[in-house]
């Protein structure tokens, strides 16, 4: 039961919930539009006004604190979510510029190194925003963290009533457990970045003996453009234009051929690359294709090693299910292709 003072709250909430409802739009929107130029990424913005039988509820546990509706500092609430605890810092940084920070009232709960602390460990900022009268409140935290706290909440670990402390000691190792687990993500990023620069750098020195060939490697080697010359070469056939094509699928064809590293990609590109142009001459001379692939020098590349070394139609066919998939097409590709490079002197 409420008495005089907190009806009084109360009845101020209800004439004030059109504001908060402006509030809960301008804040909504602020983070959206900010965190989406930011490039950084996040799992959820999510925001809520609170009801008024979750404000009646805080009234009457405790309604004596407050003076008036603007004592309050969570009527707006706003949850931004992100995969890595490092992001959580760096959305901190862009929520310091877009508000005012009540630093009074906020409180960096990851700081209290409790026990059982791990889903309630999130940045809780109270903030004002110009031309509102009322403060609200966002938190943030990772995906793990927010798992957590829901699964506390909904299972009544943080309730009042006590659970057995077997439980609470298991409850307490899962939550250790998922810290670790959250910090080796955003450790396991750290390292994976350096690692990309580290390859980047080698690259561009040319120590291409010294990288081995993987999926991010291989990004790296073809933001150098390798196949440039060779394209333009090929499109010079018939003046064609050359549109941009994913390569990232030859991966899987240069593992089969037996490359380790980008050092083994280079020498396989430059022993081959007179011969894959002497077979787009021979595809396309007597035709009128005014449009190519960016794919279409490495393709060719790919096509001569396996013919040069023996592989034949079977070879062929197994290049374009690498990079097409399974398709009854693939062995009349195969075998056109064959017909058309049998001629000419890598075949013999």
Known sequence: MLDLHCEMILEEYREALPELERLEAAVAELLRKTLGESGLVVTAIATRIKTEESLAGKLERKGQKYTSLEDITDLVGARVITFYTDDVDRIASIAEKLFEIDWANSVDKRRLHQLDSFGYNSLHYICRLPGFAYRFEVQLRTTLQHAWASINHDSGYKSDIDIPREYMRRMNRLAGMLEMADDEFSRIRAELTDYRRRVQKLVQNGKLDDVSLDGDTFRSYLQAKPLDRLNRRIAAINQAEIQDAPLEGYLRVFRALNCKTLGDVNRLINKYEEDAYLLARHQLGNT?????????????????????????????????????????????????????????????
């Open 288 to 348: 009128d294709i005014d449009i190519l692939s960016s794919a279409i020098g490495l393709q060719n590349i790919c096509i001569v090693c396996i013919l040069s070394s023996g592989g034949g139609k079977i070879g062929l066919e197994r290049l374009f299910e690498a990079l097409n998939g399974t398709n009854p097409q693939n062995a009349a590709l195969a075998e056109m292709t064959y017909e058309k490079a049998s001629s000419l002197p890598f075949m013999k």
